[in-house]
């Protein structure tokens, strides 16, 4: 869905650099979400917002954190990246006017980060 | 967060009924029940989701047991495109966190 676009696609990095991928969406949706996927399993939460001013942890924060720049737009940072961090990281996004407990998200294409 | 149990895998012949079902024994009185999919190379999308009655989209349908422990997911005739895999989901709507909580899933297998 071109709607929910995230930079870069792929990502080969090396332990302790720094590295930040980028979430935009078109959609005019308040709250954005960040997800991680390991190799057979599930997504996981690592950080959500429900507006610019309002960010809160997931599941799995340590290691991570993230900025609300704007509606549209939602960064998540590995200050100093390690092998572990290797994963399929996903951005969503939902409108935030209905109840949460039904409302869609949407997804993004994912990022592939490799930490070597 | 209350769990769910799905199959790990399952095969269908393309054009067949798929039922895909899913146990939620400990779900709460007001938890929704969402069914999402990921196809290969792709971020998850949403399928159907409900309450207590069943659903029906142009997507699927969802049928949902009287006592709410378990649901099961219905694609009429599964295509090729079809084969992803399948996570039910239960959303607590006495909160509003806004959270996916995500299972392994079902990895459907849809044979020509």
């Known amino acids: 869905d071109a709607d929910v676009t995230q930079t870069p696609r792929n990502r080969i990095t090396k332990t302790g650099k720094r590295i930040m991928l980028e979430c935009s969406q078109t959609k005019g949706h308040d709250r954005m979400y960040w997800y991680r996927q390991d190799p057979g399993l599930g997504l996981r939460l690592i950080y959500y917002?429900?507006?610019?001013?309002?960010?809160n942890k997931g599941e799995i924060s340590d290691g991570y954190s993230v900025s609300r720049q704007a509606q549209a737009k939602f960064s998540l940072s590995l200050e100093s990246a390690i092998p572990n961090q290797t994963a399929l990281y996903f951005c969503?996004?939902?409108?935030?006017?209905?109840?949460?407990?039904?409302?869609?998200?949407?997804f993004g294409p994912g990022t592939r980060l490799l930490v070597l | 967060d209350a769990k769910t149990t799905q199959p790990n895998s399952m095969e269908s012949n393309e054009e067949e009924p798929v039922h895909l079902p899913c146990n939620h024994s400990t779900i709460s009185g007001t938890d929704y029940i969402h069914w999402y999919r990921q196809l290969p190379s792709q971020g998850p999308e949403y399928v159907i989701h409900?309450?207590?009655s069943n659903v029906n989209n142009r997507m699927a349908s969802l049928a949902i047991a009287e006592d709410r422990k378990s649901s099961t997911l219905i694609l009429h005739r599964a295509t090729l495109r079809d084969a992803a895999v399948y996570y039910c989901?239960?959303?607590?709507?006495?909160?509003?966190?806004?959270?996916?909580?995500f299972g392994q899933g079902t990895t459907l297998q849809v044979k020509p």
């Open positions: 917002s429900f507006d610019v001013k309002d960010i």
């Open positions: 989901i239960l959303r607590d709507g006495s909160g509003n966190t806004g959270k996916l909580i």
């Open positions: 969503a996004t939902s409108v935030g006017r209905d109840g949460a407990h039904q409302e869609t998200q949407y």
């Open positions: 409900g309450l207590t």
